[in-house]
């Protein structure tokens, strides 16, 4: 049987941290509780706004491409297929591209002339999904090898919801929390039992894709991110994520080596195996976040919102 590995993995982060702090001092709703205490996160890096070096998500995905290049035994060249995975696909400052593909761009700049050249869109189970769709074509004989490349500019919901938090509650609470970074990696044919990916799997929750919606904002121009944060974090839409042991509910079932799991349905990863998930806190509030508009349909059915989920297993 062909199994896959990681040949090579690059990474880039742009010099630029904006403290938490620094970020909630901006705002003109004060929030009634420590952002940086409940998250954890002291600093976000942020890209270049530098008119002359400016970072988009496309200047990004080109660092860490290149950074993954730099120790792989292939060049540019000798790559079969490059697959990106970007969510915000900016380039040129922030003209958002559907067509052409990032990856036909990526593969231009790179000099990959001979590479066949495909985007995925799956939300932040994006980077994974490229993985194993390359993982399957490695297995199947179709390429030998490729680069799957990643490139956020993904602060602009930041600054959209520091204009727009006006509430407790507010959905877009959760763009505070984001950053601007890039990963890649090469994928080819395995040779060792001991450097090789053993599993990969993917799983839709597409029942919960309306908790969490990516779109242009309804107050400005900037895009936006609304999430239901007490509807995403239910125990029983965490339960979803599979265990090492094939369930579906959480289990102290212990580990199996290297497997992965995967889901369009997600806006955070965890590690799935021998996870036990908290009971809700009692008394806790589980008052919906407002919603701002509404579909114009004619009923008062309120904005739906998006989410997915990501689970690892190591």
Not at 57 to 63: K, N, T
Not at 163 to 171: A, H, L, Q, V
């Amino acid at each position: 049987m062909t199994y896959t590995r990681f040949e090579s993995i690059g990474a880039y982060l742009p010099s630029t941290e904006k403290p938490t702090r620094e970020l909630v001092a901006q705002m003109e709703y004060e929030p009634p509780f420590d952002l940086q205490r409940i998250t954890g996160i002291t600093n976000r890096r942020v890209g270049d706004s530098r008119p002359d070096t400016y970072e988009d998500s496309f200047a990004l995905a080109l660092r860490a491409a290149e950074d993954c290049l730099s120790r792989s035994r292939y060049d540019a060249g000798g790559l079969d297929v490059i697959i990106s995975s970007s969510i915000t696909r900016s380039k040129e400052r922030d003209r958002f591209y559907f067509e052409p593909s990032f990856a036909h761009m990526l593969a231009r700049v790179l000099g990959a002339d001979s590479a066949i050249h495909f985007d995925v869109s799956n939300a932040c189970a994006g980077m994974l999904t490229g993985v194993t769709v390359l993982d399957r074509m490695v297995k199947a004989g179709i390429v030998r090898n490729g680069l799957v490349v990643s490139g956020e500019r993904i602060t602009v919901i930041t600054e959209t919801a520091v204009k727009e938090i006006c509430e407790p509650y507010d959905s877009q609470f959760g763009s505070l929390t984001v950053g601007d970074s890039a990963a890649a990696v090469v994928l080819d044919e395995s040779t060792s039992e001991a450097d090789r990916i053993d599993y990969a799997e993917l799983m839709t929750c597409a029942e919960y894709s309306h908790l969490c919606i990516g779109m242009p904002s309804d107050k400005n121009q900037g895009i936006a991110l609304y999430t239901d944060n007490h509807q995403m974090h239910k125990k029983e839409r965490l339960a979803l994520c599979p265990t090492s042991t094939g369930s579906s509910s959480p289990s102290a079932a212990g580990p199996s080596p290297r497997r992965a799991t995967t889901s369009s349905s997600t806006t955070r990863s965890a590690r799935a195996s021998s996870r036990r998930y908290p009971e809700p806190v009692s008394g806790s509030s589980t008052r919906p976040c407002p919603s701002r508009w509404r579909w114009s349909t004619g009923t008062a059915t309120p904005r739906p919102r998006r989410t997915s989920w990501s689970c690892t297993s190591t």
